[in-house]
């Protein structure tokens, strides 16, 4: 985003890496997020009681995720539709109003992942994959 809007690519390469890469982590995302809630998550509820709080926190940052993804695909949209419309190219002030949701969007999974960490890595880490059925 920051390279389009110094001009450091042209409006065709944007689009493109845009597409593929937005494409790419948002599957990612939702392949994380269906493993974690349908196998992790269950088997951290069966095991540890006392963090059923945070882990609740963590899947409701999985459904504020979720409804982010709609604001971000929507500009997204936008952008890319302006962009290809568009001979010159100039999706300067759509690219400014979408960066802003996607920074919000990227602070957002940032502290999500940052919570991931706090929560179950520690947990995992007391007790062994093998307590929480996640060994080989």
Same mark, same amino acid.
């Given at each position: ?15 493109? @890496?845009?597409? @593929? ?28 009681? @006392? ?86």
């Amino acid at each position: 985003i920051e390279y389009k809007l110094d001009n450091k690519l042209s409006t065709e390469i944007f689009l493109h @890496q845009y597409s @593929q890469l937005m494409s790419l982590m948002l599957k990612n995302l939702d392949s994380h997020h269906a493993v974690e809630d349908n196998y992790i998550f269950p088997k951290f509820y069966n095991k540890s009681k @006392q963090f059923i709080y945070g882990l609740d926190l963590l899947e409701n940052d999985h459904l504020l995720i979720h409804h982010s993804i709609d604001n971000v695909i929507g500009a997204g949209n936008k952008m890319l539709t302006l962009g290809l419309g568009s001979e010159n190219g100039n999706i300067k002030d759509e690219l400014g109003k979408y960066k802003v949701i996607n920074d919000k969007f990227d602070t957002l999974l940032k502290s999500h992942l940052n919570d991931e960490e706090d929560l179950l890595i520690p947990l995992v880490n007391k007790f062994g994959e093998e307590y929480f059925g996640l060994g080989h």
